[in-house]
């Protein structure tokens, strides 16, 4: 939304297209095959070895990877799956795909991920899967969840829908569980319009996961021959482009995505009521998908927002949480006071503009409007005064 009086219109996010993804997807539209077609294999291969993984199975959206990962996996009613309240509602809503219950453990408040304490605390004997989340690209402790899923027999799968390319302890994210998802709506790291990758190195759990995406066919290749209840979860040939040639160009953008991260570092260095990210030791790459601030208690987030908002500058408060949902309230009774760190997290966070081809200036400028709405909220002076990089100043 434009706002009329604002010096500058900052995209909370944008996605990096060039000509190569234009001239991509446009190849595909020159050709008879629209789908199942070669760039969905080439998409599928090339996702495989960035991974490091023996298979890579394309879908429609994230959410459908998560939903074939569960289902793949056998999980169905009166089933647990435990996962986290502090996510995008596809982290839970799989398990209900399938007419499991998820199980929420709360987070570690600083990294934001599953606290691996909890999500043992958590296993009772209906317990089947673990959907660990690599929250806002920071990757969760998977070797912890890879015990606790040892002992009890369970399912892992990695919600890395936010997190492709990042590290953890210098491995990459998407080999350590059972499967790991990516997601390609607009706002992520790379796009494919709408899409998602399951990776895995178990190749009978590919097959099944692949069949499931293609209306339960068998993979003889006979196309009237259903031999499970499958979806049609299959991603395009349009958008397979689209995501192959955004995957050409993944460490770029991930380098430009540290680098803006970096600018805004900076400037919250000098602003006590704005803390930025934390990033923990053993996350040696980060993958940043959005930049999420903790505002202090202080602070009203409304007021914050919707002055920035007048400013040009739109934020969003990140996450709400699932158990808290309308839906999650009604149907298992949650109540505030449930998870409380979530909680606590959820009241103070805000996502301020986060893009691959953000310029230093419009970080300057998000900042300035930020540290002066802030200051004015806690009725004292300024703590970042502008430097010459300043493009606008707002009176204290
Ligand atoms: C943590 C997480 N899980 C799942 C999803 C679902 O992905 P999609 O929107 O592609 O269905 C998203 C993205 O929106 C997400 O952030």
Request: charged share 25%; aromatic share 8%.
């Amino acid at each position: 939304m434009d706002q009329a009086g604002a010096e500058m219109n900052v995209p909370l996010s944008q996605p990096s297209i060039t000509d190569v993804e234009v001239e991509a997807v446009l190849a595909v539209l020159r050709t008879p095959t629209l789908s199942l077609g070669p760039r969905v294999r080439a998409f599928e291969r090339a996702a495989a070895e960035y991974v490091g993984v023996a298979e890579a199975v394309a879908v429609n959206s994230g959410t459908s990877g998560l939903h074939l990962c569960l289902a793949a996996a056998g999980i169905g009613s009166g089933d647990e799956v435990i996962t986290t309240p502090f996510s995008f509602v596809a982290s839970a809503n799989c398990a209900l795909y399938q007419g499991a219950r998820p199980v929420f453990a709360d987070i570690d408040p600083r990294t934001l991920n599953l606290d691996p304490a909890r999500v043992a605390a958590a296993v009772t004997p209906r317990t089947r899967a673990i959907v660990a989340v690599d929250v806002f690209g920071q990757p969760a402790p998977i070797e912890e969840l890879r015990a606790i899923a040892a002992r009890h027999d369970l399912a892992l799968i990695q919600d890395a829908c936010e997190a492709i390319g990042a590290e953890r302890d210098g491995r990459r994210v998407g080999g350590q569980a059972k499967a790991a998802v990516f997601a390609f709506y607009p706002n992520k790291q790379i796009t494919a319009g709408e899409g998602g990758m399951i990776v895995t190195d178990d190749r009978a759990f590919a097959r099944v996961l692949r069949s499931l995406s293609n209306q339960g066919r068998d993979d003889d290749g006979t196309w009237m021959n259903h031999v499970r209840l499958g979806y049609n979860y299959r991603l395009d040939e349009m958008s397979a482009a689209l995501g192959l040639a955004q995957l050409g160009r993944i460490d770029e953008i991930l380098d430009r995505r540290a680098r803006v991260a970096g600018w805004y570092n900076e400037r919250l260095a000098a602003m006590n009521a704005v803390r930025a990210p934390y990033v923990a030791p053993e996350t040696t790459r980060m993958s940043w998908f959005v930049y999420v601030v903790r505002l202090d208690e202080r602070i009203d987030r409304d007021a914050l927002m919707a002055a920035l908002e007048a400013d040009g500058v739109p934020s969003r408060p990140y996450f709400v949480p699932i158990h808290l949902q309308p839906l999650y309230r009604e149907r298992f009774g949650h109540r505030p006071g449930d998870f409380p760190v979530t909680e606590q997290v959820a009241r103070t966070t805000l996502a301020l503009p986060f893009f691959t081809d953000m310029s230093e200036g419009q970080v300057d400028y998000v900042c300035d409007r930020l540290d002066g709405h802030v200051a004015r909220q806690l009725g004292r002076p300024r703590r970042s005064q502008g430097g010459p990089s300043r493009r606008s100043g707002v009176p204290a």
